[in-house]
């Protein structure tokens, strides 16, 4: 038989195999088991409801076991032996942090962690919010989306003839290499290096600030809420004093920096900037996917909400962030924390630009080296639970989101 | 009112414009490849793609004199042409030390009374008082203006390469083999699990969410190896049923996450009412809750797409690399040998690729509409 | 029931779709081949109905040379073989041995990660007869067994690997037509060398291009850079120790290599493009600098399977051509040669399999590949007429005339390093990091 036959008859089995499951278990658990009739009736009813959910979530709960928890805990148990198989109890976690390699990932992966789902997601919602009132918007959604449809590798060959650099006598085929070449430190260069990107990046500096502060207020103002609550706040304002703190490094260096005008730069060798040219590359991929996800929910909306404050007077931009914005922040929360895990565990594109060198290692690069390059289970499992423990602020998140959400 | 009006039509051509900009930003990348895979390997790295469509003004690469030699009255002249029609040379020179040594029409002395002549066309004439069959030809530099170029070579190569025995239209089928299953089946499954952790109440309900989202997290890495034992130890090996499993195990997570919260957003009353009326959670979720949801399945429906489509990793480890196994990234990544590929293959591979999961998403677009639509209808 | 149903039609539409039947590139009987050695072992077995299954790191138009190789044992034996390749395939096969499905026979070029497989247990050694065989028919013969035997799971050595396909490393291309512009002639002692790289200084041209991207992989041209200046400056004995690192890789041997190779690459006028060129620039697009006008650079020393990568329409011989990386005069060394090659090896043993590496035995497994291009073979018993171009027959002689042959120290060395750290540090040199310091911490890098 032929694979595609066999595709086909898959997909009629599993489809078939899966609707029969839930059919037959529900009719199995209201005509058999617990009828709702005879004399138990009503604790036949209760008791059917309480299974039903157990019968629903089974199928998925047996994958999810058997394909994503059971390695989990695999890679705990190896992550205490070493390369000889000998148990070292935490000694593969301490050993990583000596390592400066790993340290830099750590950083790095902190960065990543803010810039990337921060920026794809405001990205995304602007894409939405655009394309959503105007009447060619599904093909500009099209064009957005379209790097979604490129493989991670496919996407840093583009990025890789986009940051080429060669010799200053040659013609460059990098096309910010020829941008850059363009300037030559005069009224030009002032305006589009210095004037207009510390304008923008003084507006964001102060929306951070802004959005810092009024994550803490109600804790500065004593309104109490529960420990989780309270934690998540500290946590969102360290990371805007945080992220403020890295903005006033730029402004100062963008007012005062000395430009080598006229030299061709390779990009991809900067230490620090480095990682954002890199992080550019997933934020434009990932974009495509806010976007599509946060116009469904833009368009659920109710449409009388926007009535009323257009009716009051609210202009566009109040609509967006003051009637918009909080009726979609569950589906922001699920486009962020998406993204943050692709986030903690793309290694393709490092590997395929810089593999960590010139100071961009990632923790998921960091492990497929320790896994397949070293041929180390012992630290690369070491370092694939820290990156699962980095996730452990977004699972607070989502719990405090879900239990807000049952209510 | 004409203040208002006038006020509303401003935003919308700010709207229009920063639209633009921000479509202009994202598609110029994928737009300089796909340039860049209409012209030859020693173009790309020849000049920017922007500058493809200019005529260019270039040294070109170095052009060893050959032809047949014909006697003319006691001289052994070898004529013909250099260049392809529409160069235009403005010097040229037979040493690499000195390109530029002369003017089109100029003659060069090379010495025992061998001449030769480059026109600004590119027609050369080498002329020698002797016969030049042992003679080391000499190598003509120039620097000229040549025309655009482009060329669908890259593509053919890519579609009709017979390397290896496999045909790209073979790997096609088996990623259409892989991918069409391995969407389906995890948003069924996913579907039931997310309808039963938006809507129905059993203690340890918010655990299990924070246990799925979770596990969203577990690098795939990881999981290769015990999953790859297990399906050795249960005998299915490495084959199509296995990458169904891998692939539907791996996608779960994201896809009850991502239906999850699109299901709690439903309209309670409507699901409510249903109660009400004695319709029991099965029908609840087949009557109602499916049809509501479909723009939410219709997008993950994509992302999954997307990701088994473009999947490597995957595919190596629990399909197989044979001819009736490899799939279209494999057989792509193959195509550029042993060594690494060159820009001209990578970027025609690219766009081989990237051809169904587009038409994927065009088609799918009008259900994502269509099913928000009969969403908002209460 | 359904599972297994399944199942065995998947195996069934395998079993159809691996039975192709190829056509034999040289018809038996002939041109100078070796078809003695070839009808000896096609009376020998007959092996009709089993399959093999084959996994090696070629690709592309490798992979269309040895199936041109594989028809041969198929014609002969009549077992079904598949080969395949992948990219990371060396992942992949970790990753197959380690849950269970491995490959009958695979191919590895890098000796040391085959001594992990072997260590662990995934191997099946070969008998001693082969061990014997190979020193006795392959040229430095002794070293080509060596480097295929290792410890076991139980720890006693033995031969595991069957050394197949050389390359020469230590070659420096060149553009003929550029040197008979400029008047240069090829230099024969390392002092010669330096001369011309002078001299090329001094006429206002640049020496050398040297690119070490690689994307992933960026470093390791340069790693080759240092093996071959350490043959140069250290007797065999000492490389030796520092691959197995009982030479510490900071010991001031290995940082003269590694400074040596920094006369070159580190000094802005000796490379294309100045130091800072050398770590970005991509190893494939660096040997066009020997070819652009007026050219970029004068030599670029890489190993024998660098021409796939020269402009398209160059002929080798004529458009370019190589000479030998030569050594010091006044360093009585010999002339080594730094190598590479691939090593096959039985992860399932079968008749089939054992027969495979029967089949590498003969002549005309070689000879078969060695008449197209890229394949030089340490074989003594192949008729060198053979070789496809004059260019593999040089590499031949090169091999043949090594006084030290050692093969590529950073394949042997663990991953960590060989495929690790010395490639990041390396990076880290020619951007500017002492080649004391870098030394330092590859040794701290390398598993206890």
Known sequence: MHPALQALFVIVIGVGGCVFYFYASNIFLDKVLYPARGPNAGRNTNRANMIRPWLFLFPALALLCLYLAYPVFATAWLSVFNRDGAFVGLGNYSAMFAEPKFVESLQNNILWLIVVPAAATAFGLLAAQLTDRIKWGNFAKSLIFMPMAISFVGASVIFKLIYDSRDANLSQIGLINAVWLKFDGGVGSFLMLRLVPFVLIGCLFLAILWAGWSVLRPLVQGQGGSILVTLARLLGAAVALFLGYELAIWLYGIATNELPYGTPQVWLQKPYWNNFFLMAVLVWIQTGFAMVILSAALRGVPEDTIEAATIDGANPFQIFFKIKVPQIMGTIVVVWTTITITVLKVFDIVLAMTNGQWETQVLANYMYDKLFRSLDWGMGSASAMIIMLLVTPILIWNVINARKEMR | ?378 | ?448
């Open chain 3, 1 to 448: 029931m359904k599972t297994k149903l399944l199942v065995s039609a998947a195996a069934l539409a395998l079993g159809a779709g691996g039975a192709m039947a190829q056509d034999l590139k040289y018809p038996v009987g002939e041109g100078a081949f070796n078809w003695a050695s070839y009808t000896a072992f096609d009376e020998a077995n007959n092996l009709e109905g089993q399959s093999l299954t084959i996994f090696g790191p070629w690709r592309g138009e490798d992979q269309v040379l040895v199936e041109s190789m594989l028809a041969y044992y198929t014609a002969a034996t009549g077992v079904t073989v598949s080969y395949s390749s992948s990219e990371g395939y060396e992942q992949q096969l970790i990753i197959d041995a380690e849950a269970g499905s491995p490959p009958d026979v695979a191919v590895l070029p890098q000796p040391g990660l085959i001594a992990d497989l072997a260590k662990r247990g995934f191997i099946t050694p070969l008998s001693a007869e082969t061990a014997t065989w190979l020193t006795d028919n392959y040229g430095a013969g002794a070293s080509w067994a060596a480097l295929g035997t290792y410890p076991g799971a139980d720890g006693t050595p033995a031969l595991y690997a069957f050394p197949y396909k050389a390359d020469v490393k230590s070659l420096v291309w060149y553009s003929p037509d550029n040197f008979a512009d400029a008047g240069y002639a090829v230099p024969t002692t390392m002092e010669e060398l330096m001369a011309l790289t002078d001299q090329i200084v001094a006429d206002g041209g640049t020496p050398w291009c040297i690119g070490l991207g690689s994307g992933g992989a960026t470093g390791w041209p340069a790693t080759d850079w240092v093996e071959d200046m350490m043959l140069r400056t250290q007797p065999p004995e000492v490389y030796d120790a520092w691959v197995s690192n009982s030479l510490p890789f900071n010991s001031p041997e290995v940082v003269g290599a590694i400074e040596a190779f920094g006369t070159f690459a580190k000094t802005d006028a000796y490379v294309a493009g100045g130091a800072a060129a050398v770590a970005s620039t991509d190893f494939r697009d660096s040997p066009k600098g020997l070819f652009s006008s007026p050219p970029q650079c004068y030599m670029h020393r890489q190993a024998s399977f660098i021409p796939s990568f020269f402009p398209e329409g160059t002929e080798l011989g004529t458009d370019a051509d190589f000479f030998y990386f030569p050594a010091y005069a006044e360093k009585d060394l010999g002339s080594p040669v730094l190598g590479a090659g691939t090593l096959a090896f039985i992860m399932k043993d079968s008749p089939a399999a054992q027969a495979f590496i029967e089949f590498l035995k003969t002549p005309i497994a070689h000879e078969v590949w060695m008449a197209q291009t890229g394949f030089v073979t340490p074989h003594k018993g192949v008729s060198v007429d053979l070789y496809g171009s004059a260019a593999l027959k040089k590499q031949g002689e090169i091999l043949a005339n090594a006084t030290t042959f050692r093969f590529d120290g950073s394949d042997l060395m663990p991953g960590a390093v060989g495929a690790g750290s010395f490639w990041t540090g390396m990076v880290d040199f020619v951007g500017g990091k002492s080649a004391q310091e870098v030394a330092d911490a590859i040794q701290a890098s390398w598993p206890k």
């Open chain 2, 1 to 378: 009112m004409d203040g208002i009006a006038g006020k509303k039509s401003g935003l919308v051509w700010a709207v229009h414009l920063s639209t633009i900009a921000l479509v202009l930003l994202w598609v110029v990348p994928t737009f300089g490849l796909l340039v860049s895979s209409f012209r030859t390997g020693d173009q790309i790295v020849g000049s920017g793609w922007w500058q493809s469509l200019s005529t260019q003004v270039q040294q070109l690469a170095a052009v060893r004199i050959e032809g047949d030699e014909v006697e003319r009255d006691g001289v052994f002249v070898i004529e013909g042409q250099l260049y392809a029609a529409g160069t235009d040379v403005s010097a040229w020179g037979t040493s690499s030390r000195e390109p530029e040594a002369y003017e089109p029409g100029a003659v060069a002395d090379l010495g025992d009374g061998v001449t030769l002549t480059v026109g600004a066309d590119g027609g050369f004439v080498l002329s020698s008082p002797s016969t030049m069959a042992d003679l080391r030809m000499p190598r003509v530099f120039a620097t000229a203006s040549t025309p655009p170029e482009f060329t669908t070579g890259n593509y053919s190569n890519v579609i009709a390469s017979p390397l290896a025995g496999q045909s790209i239209g073979q790997a096609f089928l088996n990623t259409m083999t892989v991918a069409i299953p391995a969407t389906i089946i995890p948003i069924l499954v996913a579907a039931f699990a997310a309808y039963a952790l938006a809507w129905m109440d059993f203690p340890g309900r918010a655990l299990l969410v924070a246990f799925v989202v979770g596990l969203l997290v577990v690098p795939l890495q990881l999981a290769l190896i015990p999953l790859l034992q297990f399906h050795n130890w249960i005998g299915i090996g490495k084959g199509y049923l296995g990458i169904w499993m891998a692939h539907t195990g791996f996608g779960l997570p994201l896809a009850i996450y991502l239906l999850r919260n699109y299901m709690v957003g439903l309209p309670r009353d409507i699901i409510e009412n249903a109660k009400v009326d004695g319709a029991t959670d099965f029908q609840i979720f087949t009557k109602i809750i499916l049809p509501l949801s479909f723009p939410a399945l219709a997008s993950f429906a994509i992302f999954q797409f997307l990701w088994t489509w473009n999947d490597l990793l995957v595919a190596l480890v629990f399909l197989g690399t044979g001819n009736d196994q490899q799939v279209l990234t494999g057989n792509i990544v193959n195509l550029m040998g042993s060594r690494g590929g060159d820009w001209e293959i990578l970027s025609a591979s690219a766009f081989v690729s990237i051809a169904v999961p587009l038409a994927v998403f065009f088609s799918m677009q009008r259900f994502l509409v269509r099913g928000l639509l009969a969403g908002s209808v209460k």
